[in-house]
């Protein structure tokens, strides 16, 4: 919000520049945005818009900050007197106060050119003297006000209602609006005049004619605005203010200078005010306990200089002794709401350099940390050292993805930010394997992994890992080999592959079974098939995980490897043929392994395949024929089941 | 005794064409010319001669024995040349070791977490997909405020079976979850991805990471934040870092600040923080009474951006690897 420091000069007349505003308010709550030329950029927060979003309000801070006076003008109180605007509110709840000033001996021509700078520096147009006045009277008191030509005006009533359900209005910027019947409008008796809070209408339009206005200074319901502006995407400095809650007190003080300053510079005579409010005011009494404080600060601050501080933020003191004030909150300091809040007001001001830093006592107790975190690191510090870089991408996915991998019904953003961005990712694997895709330009293996969270169509979400090799065949085997690693590493010992084909991501998949419980998948990307990715549940990986690892004893007898050679048909599976191997006697056979591949040219959907077959017993040493027996089974097994040709 | 002579000349010619390397020739050596060698082994006999015999044979043994050191000296350096091309070039350069590489926001990860675990604080996650009370209601948030405004929303569309879902706008929820299962005193961390609703640039991204941490039991006091957060951001930045409080505002906090680090000169803006509001304790249902605690926000992708000088927040997501090797 834009500040004249010209203005506020006037207000703090001991004001030593502009540097000294910014570093005044922006250690103390109002950061200063920028400053350029006499123009001070502040932000103010969204709870201090009723006191502080003006010049008054802000002087009212630099003073009590550099403890310097403060010069406000005096207002005069006005009471409903010689009632000619007659003033009609239907719905009370949403608007809370009504003032009405009926002024007459205007003449319209431009306002003075110390108020047009001051108007331009704040970012507002000057237009005429009386619209000038409304806009003044908003920066500096924080309130916004309207003026109508009060001959316009049918029978010089006001109602304020809600519209009627797609009711048109046209703006004074000439736009049109559809309203409905939650919008509070200010009508008289034929038309709606402004949309209440927000703009004003053409009908009752200030123009050069001018004679006699009526200046309405009202609080409207900060939610109904604040809807009604997003809901006609109309936001103006009216509608901001009374979207951030004000009270309905500065109604008063906004129609008592605007009077003050109508009668001063345009010379304008007050015929009538009528005055309505219907909110119960009450004072805001509350406590400040100087140990209270403390306590909750860690800060001991002299009760002498807390006073102080309360009064120049006007504040009054009704009573106090050594530990105690008792405090009238100002109206207008809505953010005060309980004892709690006086806290901030005197360590702001006394500022946070004070403040010591003392180490807290606690009771040491162990972390019941999450291991999900610190399991992420010792996978990551492993597949690392297996040489597999680790990427973060987008929680996203697009229409992209999503056809070209057929995904069904993924979580899908209401205000997606554009289309390659509009879906939750259900898997890591697109974007996995799109950024492999990518760095394959300028590298010529790209092995990476990523862990994630990943969105499940209930709206659950899961840790996932995900690892994508690019590469030939070979690759496959070593994402097989990686992931093998990986578990050996954690004292994992019963997993395998198993074939399964319904994953909607991939090609040629397997499942991976740890425990066996299916934990994931591995296979050939099904849009990028020189892609092979991976991924799995990381906590289900987790969960599997028991303890420590134990050690095995070691061997004791030696162990008997044979080798078989086989020709078979090329559709049989090596994995088929391991297992049943492997099942001929579980008990003694410790590894089976393919050791060699090969074909020749005048074999026809034929392959050779050699396995290397270890035997060991933990009882003894095996003789030669007890393992003669053993391979004999075996071969008996390939013949019968694969129709093998043994060589 | 000539053809004896003769003889070790022969057998020397043959001998010395056989030797392979300098070992062989240093027992050749020793056969022949050393202090039992042949040659002495002759000379020995030398004194048995006739004067005349003496001046017949002297020279021819003298001759040999010169030639035959000769010889061994000239095939000497011969192998030392042939071992020094042998010899490795060892200026050559070494052989490239691969290694994954971790991407920074891991690193920046677990240095925090272990700033936090060395001063006693929990580590703890939680959901990324919210819903509007634990990630702005619990948090003294209203909904049709400006305030909420501050924080701009990714909506889930959830065909209007469910109550509102959003994707987190920050890691403050998970406080909210933490309180709501458990009792104070505790201090904790949450490390998590948040998103924004807003247009990516330079410092701005749609998903990034924060991390919350949160300190609460009866004695917790400002001053108490202001040790934990000195002490996390000396060892993060060093311990000439300077640092300043700035009064601000935010719902769920009361007093609230901004904490600012400088650096090169420049104040910048890292954290939010504050002493949680008497509103949400009472949300978690603590007695706000007895029960005080300061809460606060950090950006980790911010805090990465400064401590490895990287320009452009959108290089931690585009997964280019050109840019992870570099960490």
Redesign the interface.
Known sequence: MKFSYQLLKQLVPNLQGKQQVRDAL????F?VESINGNIIDINI????WSDAASHWGIARELATILNLNLQLPQLKEYKTRSKIIDVKITNKNLCPSYNAALLNNITIKDSPLWMQKILIDCGLKPINNVVDIMNYVMLETGQPLHAFDADKITNKSIVVKTAKNQEKFISLDNKNYILDNTTLVIADDKNSLAIAGIKGGKKAEIDNNTKSIIVESANFD??SI??TSQKIKLITDAS?RF???LHPILADIGIARAIQLLKEIIGANLVSINKNTFYKFSKKVLRFNQDEFS?????NVDIKIAAQIFQKLGFKILSKDSNNLILEIPPLRTDIE?N??L??EI??VVG??K???????????T????D???FK?KV?KI??????????????IGDDDVEKYKISTP???????SSD?KY?RPSLIP?LSK?VK??LR??DR???FEI??I?NKD???KWSLGIALSGDEKSFFELKGILEALFSNFGLTDFYFAEKSNYDLLVNSLSIIVDEREIGYIGQDKVYSDIVVGELDFKKLLDLIEGDLEYKELPKYPAVERDVSIVVGDDVKVGNIIDAIQSTNIKLIENVDLIDEYTDKNWINKQGLTFRIVFRSPKKTLTALEVDNCMNKIINVLQKNFQAEIR | MLDKIQKIQEEFENSINKVKNLQELEQLRIKFIGRKGLINDILKSFKNLSDQEKRNIGPVINKLKLEITERIKNSTSLFQKVNTKNKIDITKPALKI??????P??RME?EI?DIF?SL??????G???EDEYHNFDALNIPA????RD?WD??????KNN?SK?L?RTHTSPVQIRYMETHQP???IIV?G?V?R?E?TDQSHE??FYQLEGL?V?E??????F???V?SFLYKFFGKNVKL??????F?FV?????VDIKLANKWLEIMGAG?VH?KVFDNVKYNSNKI?GFAFGIGIDRLALIKYKIPDIRL??E????F??QF
Do not use: C
Request: hydrophobic content about 40%; cysteine-free; aromatic content about 14%.
């Open positions: 922006s250690l103390h709550f950061d927060p969204a709870n201090r900060s939610v604040y809807k901001l979207a951030h809650n306590h909750l600060i860690g800060l309980n709690n809040d806290f901030d360590i702001r946070y350099d403040l010591p830093s003392t180490a807290p006592v606690i009771t040491l107790k972390h019941e940390s999450d999900l975190i610190l690191r990551r597949l690392n050292n297996f040489g597999l870089d680790e990427v973060y991408t987008y929680s996203f979580l899908k953003l209401l205000n997606y930010i961005k939750l974007n950024s990518q760095n300028f590298f790209v092995n990476i994630g969270n969105f709206y659950t979400e | 691969s290694y994954g590489h971790q991407h926001l891991s677990t977490i675990h006693n604080f929990a580590v703890v996650d959901p990324e997909i049709n405020h400006p305030a501050m929303t990714f909506w889930i569309d959830t469910k879902l994707l005193p505790f201090q490390p991805r998103f609703y247009a749609i998903n300190m039991g004695n917790v006091t400002m001053a108490n202001k040790f934990i000195e300043r409080f700035r009064a601000s505002y719902p009361e007093p609230g600040v901004e002493m008497k005080q931690l997501y997964g280019d690897l050109r992870i090797h």
